[in-house]
């Protein structure tokens, strides 16, 4: 059984920090590539953040310079450091660990995707997600 488990998610002031962390278990890490995705109210999931079995990252535009996504295959996390939070950064924060297509599966939450290494991807496992409010 594959679990995702956030945590870190809180209430910041403009230009705070934050780190978000994603504990799995169920699967071998290394080989899968996890990403972090976000959705605010009324707007569509979208990509934030994603690194690749390879370790190579890719990020929104709008993060970049600002995020770090990271992995420790020791403690089975996957980490997403905040910097510079902005308002628009509020949002619920999911973790999400690509997998192949099972046949008979119920479909993972769809997400906006215009560009990013997370597209055309199947992420069929997803935490519960963490909360980020971060006031101006």
């Known amino acids: 059984q594959v679990h995702l488990v956030e945590s870190g998610g809180g209430s910041v002031q403009a230009g705070g920090s934050l780190r978000l962390s994603c504990e799995f278990s169920g699967f071998t890490f290394r080989r899968l590539t996890m990403a972090w995705f976000r959705q605010a109210p009324g707007n569509e999931r979208e990509g934030v953040a994603i690194i690749d079995n390879d370790g190579s990252a890719d990020y929104v535009d709008s993060v970049k310079g600002r995020f770090t996504i990271s992995q420790d295959n020791a403690q089975n996390t996957v980490y997403l450091e905040m910097n510079n939070l902005e308002s628009s950064d509020t949002a619920m924060y999911y973790c999400?660990?690509?997998?192949?297509?099972?046949?008979?599966?119920?479909?993972?939450?769809?997400?906006?995707?215009?560009?990013?290494?997370?597209?055309?991807?199947?992420?069929?496992?997803w935490g519960q997600g963490t909360q980020v409010t971060v006031s101006s």
């Open positions: 999400a660990a690509e997998s192949p297509i099972q046949r008979g599966a119920p479909p993972p939450p769809k997400y906006h995707c215009s560009s990013g290494s997370w597209c055309n991807r199947h992420f069929g496992f």
